[in-house]
C-alpha cells in the first residue's frame, strides 16, 4: 500500500498541481501543515515524508493553493440536499468514503469567501481556504478505503460550484428539504427567479411517490398555470421528464453503492449491515436494497448465508489462470549463511522463517543474509530490535564497511504486511507477538499474499528445543523453507524446494559456534538425523 499511496501523491502533486501532505490513522496531518496552504510541497518532500510514513493517508489542501473546493456529504440525506441544488447534466469528480459519503470536488473561485464549515446543510460540510481533504487510495485505521467514483474522476475537468449550491453554503440555510425552501416566505414561492427550481422540487417529490406519471402532469400544469408569471405547459413536462431521470438514476447510483459496499466487504453480512453503512432509511430504499441483493445471488456473486433472514455471504469466485507452460522455473539467485542455497532453493513470491531460541543468534543470522545479498538485491530490513544504535553497533563487528551496506533499514514492530516491498527482498526481525499465537499463520499469509517477484525472511521466537516457533503447525502452513535454531545448531525444518532432487534437505542440521556476534564457524557438516 505504501508504494501505491506514493505514487498517487506525487501524481496529484505533478499531474494536477495540488498541494498534498500526509495525514495519519486519526485523520490530523503527520506535521505543521500552515505554510502548505500557501505552497505545494516538492516532489522531494513528498517521497520523504512516505518513506517516513509509507502507510500515511493523502491529504489534499483545499483552497487557492490546490484550486480545488470540495463538499463533504456524510449522509444520504445530505447527498440527496446536495444534489437537488445541481444540474441534472453536471459531472464532478467524485470520492465515496469508507462510511459510504461523497467527496464532491469544485474549481476553487477567487471570488469564493469560503473557508471550512460543518452542518451547513444536513450532513454536508465543505473545505475551503484553509482546509483538506483525504483522497484515495488512502486507507482508514479500521483498513476501509476511499475510492474514486467511476474510474479517475480528476480526469473530469473540474466544474464551478453552481450558484444555488454556493448560496446555501454561503448563506448557512437548508435548502429544499422535504422539496421546499423553509427559509423563504410563502409569497415568494412560484415567482420569478424561484419558480423554475420550485416547479422541478414538485415534479422530484412527485415523481419519488411513484405517483402515474398523467396524474403529475396534470398537478404539474395547475402549479405551473399559477406561477408569477404563469409557467409554460412544455416546460412542466420537461421537469417532468428530468424528475424521472434523476429518479432513475439514484436507482442506478444505489445498485452501483450496494454492489461497491458488498464487493468490498469479505465473510458474511446482514441486509441490515447495507442499509447502516449507506445510511439507508425509507422502506422504499430497503426495498430496492433487498431487489438488488437478491439479483446479485442470481447472477453468483453472493449467497444466503445462515439461518438468519437477510443474512448473506460474498462469493470469492475470482480466479486467476496458472500459465504453468511458460513459468520461469529459475529459483531466486539468494546466497544463505551456511550455504543453504545449495540444500533449498526459493521462488519469487516465497517467505522463509527462521525461529530462533533466545540469544541462539537469529539477528546474526539475519544479518549475515542481508550482507551476502545487499550487492544484487533491494534488500529493505524491518526491525523491532532495539534502536538505530544499537543496529549500528552490530553492524560495526562485521568485517565490512558501514559504508558498503546498501540495504535499508526501517523501524517496525507490527503489521508487517503492509510496508513489504512486493518486489525486493524483505527480511523481518523479528515478527512480535506475546498471545494469541494461533494469529502467527495469518500473520504470515498476509506477508506472503502482498509479495510478487520479491521474497520474504522472518524471524520468529521459539522454545528451546523445539522446532516450531511461536504459532507451532499453523506457522509451517506458509514458509517454503522453516530454519530452525538453538545455540549452537541450526535445522531445516521444511525445504519444499530441493536444490538437488537426491539431496533430502528436510531434517538435516548443521553444528556451529557464534564467534564475536557475527561471524558463523561451522563445527560439522550437513547431516541428518538418526
Known amino acids: 500500500m505504501g508504494n501505491n499511496l506514493l505514487s498517487a501523491a506525487l501524481n496529484y502533486a505533478e499531474k494536477f498541481n495540488l498541494s498534498v501532505i500526509p495525514i495519519k490513522p486519526d485523520k490530523k496531518p503527520f506535521l505543521p501543515w500552515t505554510e502548505f496552504q500557501t505552497r505545494r510541497a516538492s516532489s522531494e518532500e513528498i517521497k520523504k515524508w512516505w518513506g517516513q510514513w509509507p502507510s500515511a493517508m493523502v491529504g489534499i489542501c483545499t483552497g487557492e493553493v490546490s484550486g480545488i473546493f470540495v463538499v463533504d456529504c456524510d449522509t444520504q440525506e445530505g447527498y440527496e440536499a446536495v444534489q437537488k441544488l445541481l444540474p ?8 465515496r468514503t469508507p462510511r459510504g459519503g461523497w467527496h464532491l470536488y469544485f474549481r476553487w473561485m477567487e471570488d469564493y469567501k469560503l473557508t471550512v464549515g460543518a452542518g451547513v446543510l444536513p450532513g454536508v460540510d465543505f473545505r475551503g481556504q484553509g482546509g ?10 479500521e483498513g476501509k478505503a476511499y475510492a474514486w467514483q467511476d474510474g479517475l474522476p480528476l480526469d473530469v475537468e473540474l466544474p464551478s460550484m453552481p450558484g444555488a449550491l454556493s448560496s446555501a453554503l454561503n448563506n448557512n440555510k437548508v435548502h429544499y428539504r422535504g422539496g421546499v425552501d423553509s427559509s423563504v416566505d410563502s409569497d415568494d414561492f412560484f415567482t420569478v427567479g424561484r419558480r423554475d427550481e420550485d416547479l422541478f422540487s414538485i415534479a422530484n417529490a412527485l415523481v419519488r411517490g411513484n405517483l402515474p406519471e398523467k396524474i403529475i402532469k396534470q398537478a404539474l400544469d ?11 405547459s412544455s416546460e412542466a413536462e420537461e421537469k417532468i421528464r428530468s424528475a424521472m431521470v434523476r429518479a432513475e438514476r439514484r436507482d442506478r447510483t444505489l445498485s452501483t453503492d450496494v454492489r461497491e459496499w458488498v464487493l468490498s466487504t469479505s465473510g458474511t453480512f446482514l441486509s441490515t449491515d447495507v442499509y447502516q453503512c449507506l445510511q439507508l432509511s425509507t422502506r422504499d430504499e430497503k426495498k430496492n436494497v433487498s431487489i438488488i441483493l437478491k439479483r446479485m445471488c442470481d447472477e453468483g456473486e453472493i449467497e444466503r448465508s445462515g439461518n438468519k433472514n437477510g443474512q448473506f455471504r460474498r462469493l470469492d469466485n475470482e480466479i486467476e489462470p496458472l500459465d504453468w507452460k511458460n513459468a520461469d522455473i529459475s529459483p531466486l539467485p539468494l546466497r544463505w549463511p551456511f550455504g543453504i542455497e545449495h540444500l533449498v532453493s526459493v ?17 546474526s543470522f539475519i544479518l549475515n543474509f542481508i550482507k551476502l545479498n545487499q550487492q544484487n538485491h533491494a534488500v529493505h530490513l524491518f526491525s523491532s530490535e532495539g534502536g538505530p544504535e544499537e543496529l549500528n553497533m552490530r553492524i560495526s563487528k562485521f568485517d565490512l564497511p558501514l559504508s558498503d551496506w546498501t540495504f535499508k533499514a526501517w523501524d517496525r514492530s507490527g503489521d508487517f504486511a503492509d510496508v513489504i516491498r512486493p518486489d525486493a527482498i524483505n527480511v523481518v526481525d523479528y515478527l512480535e507477538l506475546h498471545d494469541d499465537f494461533f494469529k502467527v499463520g495469518g500473520m504470515l499469509k498476509a506477508i506472503s499474499d502482498r509479495l510478487k517477484n520479491g521474497f520474504c525472511l522472518i524471524a520468529l521466537q521459539k522454545n528451546s528445543g523445539r522446532d516450531e516457533g511461536l504459532g507451532g503447525a499453523r506457522g509451517l502452513e506458509k514458509p517454503r523453507l522453516y530454519l530452525a535454531m538453538d545455540n549452537g545448531r541450526l535445522k531445516i525444518v521444511k525445504g519444499k524446494s530441493w536444490a538437488n532432487r537426491v539431496n533430502n534437505p528436510n531434517g538435516q542440521s548443521i553444528n556451529f559456534k557464534l564467534a564475536d556476534g557475527c561471524k558463523f564457524i561451522t563445527e560439522s557438516k550437513w547431516t541428518r538425523e538418526s
Not at 227 to 232: R, T, Y
Open 222 to 232: 395547475i402549479i405551473a398555470s399559477n406561477c408569477k408569471p404563469p409557467f409554460p
Open 88 to 95: 441534472e447534466s453536471l459531472l464532478m469528480p467524485t470520492a
Open 132 to 141: 483538506y481533504i483525504i483522497a484515495p487510495p488512502s486507507t482508514n485505521a
Open 347 to 363: 521462488y519469487p513470491g516465497n517467505i522463509a522463517v527462521i525461529a530462533g531460541a533466545p540469544n541462539a543468534g537469529k539477528t
